[in-house]
């Protein structure tokens, strides 16, 4: 448990976490997808505070967030893929991976030295108040130290270092969840570099073919990808139909509760989306059990099932390789 207070989104906590963010300190605020800790992206120091507070190598940039589409333009090149993207998916769990504009305020840091920024509108009104109240962009990578599972309650924030952290802005459970889908544009071909609620086939609706990358060898650009990241303490054992020994069983869809009785259930139904919601906090909560390890179910690798998958692969992966 964490001590940073945490605050009903009053238009009153609104204001004073502006107060704080131009100030230079750190607000956690919900969104659609995690709960994310912000600070002023054009301010060095505060985007330092945001990895020092997480423990995150220099190297893993950090995603943009701004109120309206507009704004875009004074961060990065758009394009007419990017425009349609924006113009469908925006408010959304969707972030884009554009060039740099060449009078991009936001600090060099949060860009981890690259000529491309990744940038989002969050579909969350507590977010959304809190960008357009600031009026600049925000960095916000999820709430939690580098490697572990992302906060989709506020109780669930948890930093290494707490100390620039002014306020948990409380919005209750995250909607959907699991990170936004992040899709570079800045090749030929649009790739997608993480999964989400957004999938390659909608976004292909909108602006045709997107190569869709499965592995780190892919994904040169986008670190903090594979390899172990969204881990709980314990170690996670996949596409178990039943546990061993001493494991917590996560299960997916209806299961005959005499032969293999699940501990929890990501969805009962075996609706992914329903899952994907779930996902963080019950990994969250078998962590705090009395158990070994823990053993998940199949997911079906299709639309939202295929983030599910990326991140629990992830949370899979030998220890110490973060990347
Ligand atoms: O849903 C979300 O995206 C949440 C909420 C808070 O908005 N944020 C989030 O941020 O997941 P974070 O920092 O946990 O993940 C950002 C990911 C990292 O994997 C990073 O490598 C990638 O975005 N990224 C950021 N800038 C990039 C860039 N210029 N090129 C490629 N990947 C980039
Ligand atoms: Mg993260």
């Known amino acids: 448990m964490n001590e940073i207070p945490i605050l009903r989104p009053s238009p009153t906590a609104i204001r004073q976490a502006t ?34 507070a997480k423990g995150r190598p220099a190297h893993n940039p950090l995603i943009c967030h701004i109120a309206e589409a507009a704004q875009l333009n004074d ?24 060039n740099k504009s060449a009078a991009c305020p936001v600090d060099d840091r949060a860009t981890a030295g690259l000529d ?5 509108i969050p579909a969350h009104d507590t977010a959304l108040s809190v960008l357009s109240a600031f009026g600049r ?9 580098s490697g572990r599972v992302s906060p989709t309650q506020a109780q669930h924030v948890q930093l290494t270092d707490e100390s620039r952290i002014s306020m948990i802005l409380d919005g209750g459970p995250c909607r959907i969840g699991l990170e936004s889908t992040i899709l570079s544009l800045t090749g030929p071909t649009p790739r997608l570099l993480r999964p989400g609620a957004i999938t390659a086939e909608e976004i292909e609706t909108v602006i045709g073919p997107v190569t869709e990358c499965r592995d780190s060898a892919d994904r040169p650009t986008a670190p903090g990808q594979l390899e172990s990241h969204y881990a ?53 909560a078998l962590d705090a059990m009395d158990c070994d390890g823990i053993a998940v179910a199949p997911i079906p690798d299709k639309g939202i099932g295929k983030a599910l998958n990326d991140r629990l692969t992830r949370a899979a992966a030998p220890r110490g390789r973060t990347a």
């Open 75 to 98: 961060i990065a090149r758009v394009s007419d893929k990017s425009k349609a993207l924006a113009a469908k998916f925006w408010p959304g769990p969707l972030t884009m991976v554009l």
């Open 137 to 145: 962009p925000l960095v916000a990578p999820s709430a939690n130290t």
């Open 232 to 284: 709980p303490q314990k170690p996670v054992r996949l596409a178990a139909s039943s546990p061993n020994e001493g494991e917590a069983f996560l299960a997916f869809g209806p299961y005959d509760t005499e032969t293999a009785a699940p501990t929890l259930n990501l969805s009962e139904t075996g609706d992914l989306a329903e899952a994907a919601s779930h996902l963080y906090a019950y990994l969250q």
């Open 116 to 120: 491309t920024i990744a940038v989002r």
């Open 19 to 52: 107060e704080q963010l131009a100030a230079g300190r750190l607000v956690v605020f919900p969104t659609e997808t995690v709960y994310g800790l912000g600070g002023d992206a054009t301010n060095g120091a505060a985007v330092q505070a945001i990895f020092d």
